[in-house]
């Protein structure tokens, strides 16, 4: 009897220890965490960072949604459509933030850079920038000094750099490319404004010095001179 015993009693306690965990884990729901959006985003303005983004915490499940610690893959990346605070971050924002399209009343503009001053890893897909150009001045008024012969004309949405249409990697963003496309709005009409219509002059003119990076406030720029 005791052989007996001492055979099933294991047994007996490895089932019900297995049927009480049966029940927790039946009382418990699964958590999945993904990623939201800690404040309102804007596209071709904001870039996905760390700071930008929280974790949301619930028990459903939402195969579309990036996994909260996958997030890191947004980061520097740039913001493809509109988000308000709390909006959940998919799979797609991924692809759409490495390829950033044109829309329906953009056309692009090709800049040569032959000649022109700038950091080449500074340059990106999505980002805004500007062109500094001498400005066309009297050099005898009494108004005249060094800095104010230049003017900045922009800012423009970068859609491509060289051949690249996406953000590229570390290897791309190395490499010196010889143009650069950017967006130009159109008037209902099909007119050119009198910042594009500047940004072709000066492109004829080969008068385009170096490049700046224009700060998402829109209230001024860096430049992206590879100058002292």
């Known amino acids: 009897m005791n052989v007996w015993l001492k055979l099933f009693l294991p ?40 700071s ?3 974790v949301l915490v619930t028990t459903q499940e939402i195969p579309p949604a990036i996994l909260f610690t996958d997030r890191a893959v947004l980061y520097g990346k740039p913001v493809p459509r509109s988000f308000e605070e709390g909006d959940l971050l998919l ?19 090709e800049v040569p ?3 022109v001053d700038f950091e080449p890893t500074l340059l990106g897909v999505g980002k805004q920038i500007g062109f500094v150009v001498e400005k066309a001045i009297d050099r005898d008024t009494t108004n005249y000094d060094e800095e104010s012969k230049y003017e900045v004309i922009g800012p423009f949405r970068i859609v491509s750099v060289g051949n690249r249409l ?38 004829r003119s080969r008068q385009i010095l170096s490049l700046s990076h224009y700060h998402p406030d829109f209230t001024n720029y860096d430049e992206l001179s590879t100058a002292p």
């Open 166 to 203: 996406a953000k590229g990697d570390e290897e791309d963003l190395r490499r010196r490319p010889d143009t650069i496309s950017v967006a130009t709005k159109l008037s209902t009409s099909g007119e050119l404004s009198e910042k594009v219509d500047s940004l072709l002059v000066a492109i």
């Open 113 to 115: 850079l032959q000649g």
């Open 52 to 54: 930008s983004l929280e």
């Open 11 to 50: 047994i007996g306690l490895g089932a019900v220890a297995g049927y009480l965990n049966y029940l927790a884990l039946q009382e418990k729901p699964k958590v999945f965490q993904y990623t939201q959006t800690s404040k309102a985003l804007s596209p071709g303005k904001d870039e996905f960072k760390e």
């Open 91 to 109: 799979l797609r924002d991924i692809d759409a933030s490495n390829q950033i399209s044109l829309q329906a009343d953009e056309t692009a503009i």
